[in-house]
Nanobody, 125 residues
Framework: QVQLVESGGGSVQAGGSLRLSCAYT?????MAWFRQAPGKEREGVAG????????YYSDSVKGRFTISRDSAKSTLYLHMNSLNPEDTGMYYC?????????????????????WGQGTQVTVSS
C-alpha cells in the first residue's frame, strides 16, 4: 500500500522560503508536487521521473522552486524560494505516474494513482 505524507507547510511573507517534504512508503515511482488555490483547479508544480531522474517544472515556479528526492530516506522535497502570494495554496504530493510518456503527462492530475493529504502554504504580502 502506497502512503504519502506531506509536511513543511506554513505561513511566510513574500520573498521568503519554505521546504516541503513528502515521506512515502510502498514503492518507488515517478512523483510530483501539485498545488491548489481556493477556487482554482489543482495544477502541477514540479515532477521527477523514476529511473532517468528527469525533472520538470511549471513556468510559474521555474527558477524559484526545486524538486528533489532522497531515496535513502524515501522522501520527496520541494524547496521553494522567492515566494509570492500567488504561491498560496494546498500543496500535494503525488506518485505512480500511469502515463506512457512522463515528459508529456507529468503535470496532469489524472496521471497519478496515489495522493497525499496536502500541506497548506500561505504567503502574505
Amino acid at each position: 500500500q502506497v502512503q504519502l505524507v506531506e509536511s513543511g507547510g506554513g505561513s511566510v511573507q513574500a520573498g521568503g522560503s519554505l521546504r516541503l517534504s513528502c515521506a512515502y512508503t510502498g514503492g518507488t515511482y515517478s512523483m510530483a508536487w501539485f498545488r491548489q488555490a481556493p477556487g482554482k483547479e489543482r495544477e502541477g508544480v514540479a515532477g521527477i521521473e523514476l529511473g532517468t531522474g528527469h525533472i520538470y517544472y511549471s513556468d510559474s515556479v521555474k527558477g524559484r522552486f526545486t524538486i528533489s528526492r532522497d531515496s535513502a530516506k524515501s522522501t520527496l522535497y520541494l524547496h521553494m524560494n522567492s515566494l509570492n502570494p500567488e504561491d498560496t495554496g494546498m500543496y500535494y504530493c503525488a506518485a505512480h505516474s500511469i502515463g506512457i510518456t512522463y515528459s508529456l503527462t507529468w503535470y496532469l492530475v489524472t496521471n497519478y494513482k496515489y495522493w497525499g493529504q496536502g500541506t497548506q502554504v500561505t504567503v502574505s504580502s
